[in-house]
């Protein structure tokens, strides 16, 4: 602590988040799901992946007082668009854009 102004002390007081301004764990839940259903729709592989990555990113940024059931099925959904798409198709997964 400074001694030599103490008027000039400030305590931290941390901003409050609302939910509407931390809604990006539902827009990755949402766009895990999306990819997910095109990948067991389309038989993409590569929207299987982008679904796990939105999962786990939606996961990371969730708080602890979201429900858990909708962070769950969106895995789930992810996992089984992967399983799915390489049951039906075990070639290794050919990018697009890099033929």
Known sequence: MD?????????FRPA???QIDDALPDY?????????MCSLMLK???CAWVAIFAALVGFANSRTTDDAKQVLSSFML??????????QNPAPMTIPFMQ
Do not use: D, E
């Not at 001694?3 to 305590?11: E, G, I, L």
């Not at 990755?28 to 997910?36: A, Q, V």
């Open 3 to 11: 001694n030599r102004r103490p008027a000039r002390v400030h305590r």
């Open 78 to 87: 992810s996992i089984s668009a992967v399983v799915v798409t390489y049951m």
């Open 44 to 46: 993409i592989k590569w």
């Open 28 to 36: 990755m839940n949402l766009m895990g799901m999306i990819f997910s």
């Open 16 to 18: 409050l988040i609302t």
